[in-house]
């Protein structure tokens, strides 16, 4: 069985750090590559961040892109999104999410390719 568990969400004033990680089990992690996506109020998810299976390539959001590093360490089996100059628009439940395709050479962004997911991970970012 497949799980994927967040951690390190909460609150922070405008301008701060938080990091969030994402423990996977039931998968061979180091075969996979993994994403964040967030999702706001009454609307759909929104790709974050994903980093390949060896961790050297990563795609951003534009909206991210400059504030926020994806990272893994596939001897803990834990993903990461170290996010910095946090702005209250980024005030979101995040979600980490592992490939459907194992080895893949194109990072994708949409939610349908990720076959589970976390169960998420509320961030709340002050003005």
């Known amino acids: 069985q497949v799980q994927l568990t967040e951690f390190g969400g909460g609150l922070v004033q405008a301008g701060g750090s938080l990091r969030l990680s994402c423990a996977v089990s039931?998968?061979?992690?180091?075969?996979?590559?993994m994403s964040w996506f967030r999702q706001f109020p009454g609307k759909e998810r929104e790709f974050v961040a994903a980093v390949n299976s060896g961790g050297g390539t990563t795609a951003y959001a534009d909206s991210v892109k400059g504030r926020f590093t994806i990272s893994r360490d596939n001897a803990k089996n834990t993903v990461y999104l170290q996010m910095n100059v946090l702005k209250p628009e980024d005030t979101a439940v995040y979600y980490c999410?592992?490939?459907?395709?194992?080895?893949?050479?194109?990072?994708?962004?949409?939610?349908?390719?990720?076959?589970?997911w976390g169960q998420g991970t509320q961030v709340t970012v002050s003005s």
């Open positions: 999410a592992i490939d459907r395709l194992w080895l893949r050479t194109v990072l994708v962004r949409r939610e349908d390719e990720y076959e589970y």
């Open positions: 039931g998968r061979t992690f180091g075969y996979y590559a």
